[in-house]
């Protein structure tokens, strides 16, 4: 069975300041890794996909990368905001979506 | 586009009722997931469909839970009894294409809470 660990469980950090998020997982033989943000009370948003074939992912300030052969991604959050506080999940997909606990963010202004 | 669309947002229900959860996917999407997250063991699949098909069941919790998908728009998620440990936040999912893992787009999530 897939075991999906993240860490920290929580983070608080400055305005401006990098933020780095760690998510490990048990079971190489994946297919894709995505990773989430979640605001309190609401849904998931869809931050980044990133497949086997790739070792990482960009979008704007967000950037996450992928080794599978050590069961790990990161999720790099470049010059952090208020705005990003949010609890972030990981999720590997093998033959369906096995979800990290999650790490939440403060960014303090 | 609209996303995905789940109804209602907030259920409140007493024990021993019949509970039902819609989800509207994104249209054109072949696929459609229901979760379900606690504080005590986060987000797990419930099922999931593949064109209207169910293809994976192995996480819902008990016969008192079904899924239907009568058509390729529509979906539902009933309880019937429920009982206070349903208490939980249920998510409806969509994604494009015949595997789970294409990317998967959530709806906002239908909060139950049985009394």
């Known amino acids: 069975k897939q075991e999906v660990t993240q860490i920290p469980a929580a983070l608080s950090v400055p305005e401006g300041e990098n933020l780095v998020l760690n998510c490990s997982f048990t079971?190489?033989?994946?297919?894709?890794l995505q990773w989430f943000r979640q605001d309190p009370g609401k849904g998931l948003t869809s931050l980044l996909l990133?497949?086997?074939?790739?070792r990482e992912q960009t979008s704007g300030r967000l950037n996450a990368s992928l080794d599978k052969s050590s069961g790990r991604s990161t999720l790099y959050i470049a010059a952090s905001q208020p705005g990003d506080s949010a609890t972030y999940l990981c999720?590997?997909?093998?033959?369906?979506?096995?979800f990290g606990a999650g790490t939440t963010v403060t960014v303090r202004a | 586009d609209a996303g995905v669309i789940q109804s209602p947002r907030h259920e409140v229900t007493e024990m021993g009722q019949e509970v039902t959860l819609r989800c509207k996917p994104i249209s054109g999407h072949n696929s459609l997931f229901w979760y379900r997250q606690t504080m005590m063991r986060g987000l797990e699949l419930l099922i999931y469909f593949n064109n209207n098909v169910p293809i994976d069941d192995s996480g819902m919790p008990e016969d008192r839970f079904s899924a239907k998908m009568p058509n390729a728009s529509f979906s539902t998620l009933k309880i019937q009894p429920s009982e206070p440990r349903d208490s939980a936040v249920y998510f409806c999912?969509?994604?494009?294409?015949?595997?789970?893992?294409?990317?998967?787009?959530f709806g906002p999530g239908t909060r139950l809470t049985v009394l």
């Open positions: 079971d190489s033989a994946i297919y894709n």
């Open positions: 999720a590997v997909i093998d033959y369906k979506l096995s």
């Open positions: 990133i497949q086997s074939s790739q």
């Open positions: 999912a969509s994604s494009l294409g015949y595997q789970p893992y294409n990317e998967q787009f």
